[in-house]
Nanobody
């Protein structure tokens, strides 16, 4: 199993950034996929989750309150890719963003991609 994030960088407050995760080595479409972040000097924070295609009950995506209306999680099962579109970024969004397999129990993590929001 491999999860490889990309797309991080430096962006000004109010700007946008899209981070992606290339998944390989497992049946991507059969798993919940999650974004988790870690701000400098702080613990891990769950950001968003997207359901797998076979789970038809409830909401297909969920977000932590602090990013609702600004972030959008999506997946392309044909390309085994997970994405997080981040708009109206704030300095408090600065963190290392991890792509993670699972919901609640996380068994595989990517190496992370750094997002820095600063003027």
């Amino acid at each position: 199993v491999q999860l490889v994030e990309s797309g991080g960088g430096l962006v000004q407050p109010g700007g946008s950034l899209r981070v992606s995760c290339a998944a390989s080595g497992f049946a991507f479409s059969n798993f919940y996929m999650t974004w988790v972040r870690q701000a400098p000097g702080k613990g891990l924070e769950w950001v968003s989750v997207i359901k797998f295609s076979g789970d038809i009950g409830g909401d297909s995506t969920k977000y932590v309150d602090s990013v609702k209306g600004r972030f959008t999680i999506s997946r392309d099962n044909a390309k085994n890719t997970l994405s997080l579109q981040m708009n109206n970024l704030k300095p408090e969004d600065t963190a290392l963003y991890y792509c993670v397999r699972g919901l609640g129990t996380y068994d595989y993590w990517g190496q992370g991609t750094q997002v820095t929001v600063s003027s």
